[in-house]
């Protein structure tokens, strides 16, 4: 047996010029996502002491990130998606812009850093569904799980390096220089997505609907197909219960003593494990059982935050969160494919807007839920309970639901249902 078969397939970037521009305008949308999170962060926790204040944060990015997208999702299947893209990222870099103003001035204010997130996950939102929904166009749908790969790949990489950079930035040059190198890499993702060619939605044959009937028929089609409903719901319980991130620098800084350097090597651990999975994909586009191995890697997303508090030590912490990150890569790339093989190119851009409506939504409530039990009790409790009910909830969708158990991924994949 070839060991190829086991590592990254990069034939995507080999064979299409155009998805070689979105995957490198997605790597430095990630890369100074990642330092700006972790930036804004510190920031908000030196000036409040609150780990409930960071989580609002995401909250704050969430809200309107979930609007964006839903309208993005209805853009994407009406509209040329480059277009799209090109356009909400270039607002992108007005949410960087307040960013690095408040830095700048002798006593930065925390409500600005918030208003800087909404605009920030507005624009975000606007572009996600684009980008999801270009994808098959530029790689084709026989190369959909090798490019869900590449993505989590560049994900995980600006994961890892963006958040240690971040925090070595700002323990040496400071916060203001960490935002200005930011702001460098938002201005440079426009001038990228306007290399790709046109990508106008392939239902120029389909007649025109009004948005919110446009809407429905995503929502619709997602209701009433048991996969695609199921792999939505699995992530954002997991999202829910086990989303520690809030908790980094509290848990960095307070519990163990360590200061923003060490915080951004914790924000930057899941990434690690994220990469290392995604490097060593190459099975999962040829896994019979893609179900079964969703629900092992939820339920091991779920064991490693519970693991967290055994032992509070750097090196103990950054294990757990490296699985963590190493057992979500596995779940998203097999879901990511799984999603985009089974929805139809005209309803591709509201599907994907849902995805991302339920991992932006799951993501910030889960943040909020651990900041509130962090503040209630103490972050060693939160990580414990949040982790355990994971790994709970991803045994009871694998012994209960039928879709997930018996999904075969060959069969499954010789036919897109509601095309």
């Given at each position: 047996?070839?060991?190829?078969?086991?590592?990254?397939?990069?034939?995507?970037?080999?064979?299409?010029?155009?998805?070689?521009?979105?995957?490198?305008?997605?790597?430095?949308?990630v890369l100074v996502t990642g330092m700006l999170m972790v930036a804004a962060s510190i920031?908000?926790f030196d000036l409040t002491q609150s780990s409930f204040a960071v989580s609002m944060l995401?909250?704050?990015?969430?809200?309107?990130?979930?609007?964006?997208?839903?309208?993005?999702?209805?853009?994407?299947?009406?509209?040329?998606?480059?277009?799209?893209?090109?356009?909400?990222?270039?607002?992108?870099?007005?949410?960087?812009?307040?960013?690095?103003?408040?830095?700048?001035?002798?006593?930065?204010?925390?409500?600005?850093?918030?208003?800087?997130?909404?605009?920030?996950?507005?624009?975000?939102?606007?572009?996600?569904?684009?980008?999801?929904?270009?994808?098959?166009?530029?790689?084709?749908?026989?190369?959909?799980?090798?490019?869900?790969?590449?993505?989590?790949?560049?994900?995980?990489?600006?994961?890892?390096?963006?958040?240690?950079?971040?925090?070595?930035?700002?323990?040496?040059?400071?916060?203001?220089?960490?935002?200005?190198?930011?702001?460098?890499?938002?201005?440079?993702?426009?001038?990228?997505?306007?290399?790709?060619?046109?990508?106008?939605?392939?239902?120029?044959?389909?007649?025109?609907?009004?948005?919110?009937?446009?809407?429905?028929?995503?929502?619709?089609?997602?209701?009433?197909?048991?996969?695609?409903?199921?792999?939505?719901?699995?992530?954002?319980?997991?999202?829910?219960?086990?989303?520690?991130?809030?908790?980094?620098?509290?848990?960095?800084?307070?519990?163990?003593?360590?200061?923003?350097?060490?915080?951004?090597?914790?924000?930057?651990?899941?990434?690690?494990?994220?990469?290392?999975?995604?490097?060593?994909?190459?099975?999962?586009?040829?896994?019979?059982?893609?179900?079964?191995?969703?629900?092992?890697?939820?339920?091991?997303?779920?064991?490693?935050?519970?693991?967290?508090?055994?032992?509070?030590?750097?090196?103990?912490?950054?294990?757990?969160?490296?699985?963590?990150?190493?057992?979500?890569?596995?779940?998203?790339?097999?879901?990511?494919?799984?999603?985009?093989?089974?929805?139809?190119?005209?309803l591709l851009g509201r599907v994907s807007s849902l995805w991302m409506t339920q991992y932006?939504?799951?993501?910030?409530?889960?943040?909020?839920?651990?900041?509130?039990?962090?503040?209630?009790?103490?972050?060693?409790?939160?990580?414990?309970?949040?982790?355990?009910?994971?790994?709970?909830?991803?045994?009871?969708?694998?012994?209960?639901?039928?879709?997930?158990?018996?999904?075969?991924?060959?069969?499954?994949?010789?036919?897109?249902?509601?095309?």
């Amino acid at each position: 047996m070839s060991l190829q078969r086991f590592f990254i397939d990069i034939s995507p970037l080999q064979v299409s010029r155009g998805f070689r521009y979105a995957y490198a305008a997605r790597a430095a949308t990630v890369l100074v996502t990642g330092m700006l999170m972790v930036a804004a962060s510190i920031q908000i926790f030196d000036l409040t002491q609150s780990s409930f204040a960071v989580s609002m944060l995401n909250v704050a990015m969430a809200v309107p990130m979930v609007s964006a997208l839903i309208v993005g999702g209805v853009l994407s299947d009406r509209m040329d998606r480059r277009l799209l893209m090109l356009w909400s990222r270039s607002v992108y870099v007005i949410s960087v812009l307040i960013f690095v103003a408040n830095a700048l001035v002798p006593q930065p204010l925390v409500w600005p850093i918030y208003v800087a997130a909404a605009i920030g996950g507005a624009a975000g939102g606007i572009s996600v569904p684009a980008m999801m929904a270009a994808v098959p166009a530029l790689v084709g749908r026989e190369k959909l799980a090798a490019a869900a790969a590449l993505s989590g790949l560049a994900m995980q990489v600006g994961g890892i390096i963006g958040p240690a950079l971040a925090g070595i930035l700002i323990s040496g040059p400071g916060l203001i220089f960490c935002y200005l190198i930011v702001l460098c890499g938002v201005l440079i993702t426009p001038f990228l997505l306007r290399a790709l060619p046109s990508l106008p939605p392939q239902n120029q044959h389909r007649p025109a609907q009004a948005p919110l009937q446009s809407l429905l028929d995503g929502l619709h089609f997602v209701r009433q197909h048991p996969l695609l409903r199921t792999l939505l719901l699995i992530d954002l319980g997991a999202l829910f219960l086990a989303t520690p991130m809030a908790l980094m620098p509290q848990w960095g800084e307070q519990v163990l003593s360590l200061g923003s350097e060490a915080t951004g090597f914790l924000y930057a651990a899941p990434a690690v494990g994220a990469t290392a999975a995604a490097l060593l994909s190459g099975w999962c586009r040829n896994t019979a059982k893609p179900g079964r191995v969703i629900v092992i890697a939820v339920l091991l997303w779920g064991a490693s935050v519970a693991a967290l508090p055994a032992y509070q030590t750097l090196y103990w912490s950054l294990a757990c969160l490296t699985l963590m990150g190493a057992a979500d890569t596995v779940s998203k790339i097999l879901r990511m494919a799984l999603v985009q093989r089974h929805t139809p190119d005209h309803l591709l851009g509201r599907v994907s807007s849902l995805w991302m409506t339920q991992y932006s939504m799951g993501q910030a409530l889960g943040n909020v839920q651990m900041g509130l039990v962090a503040r209630l009790f103490n972050p060693a409790l939160a990580f414990l309970i949040g982790g355990l009910a994971c790994s709970t909830m991803a045994g009871l969708f694998g012994m209960s639901n039928t879709s997930l158990r018996t999904l075969d991924h060959q069969d499954q994949s010789e036919q897109t249902p509601g095309s």
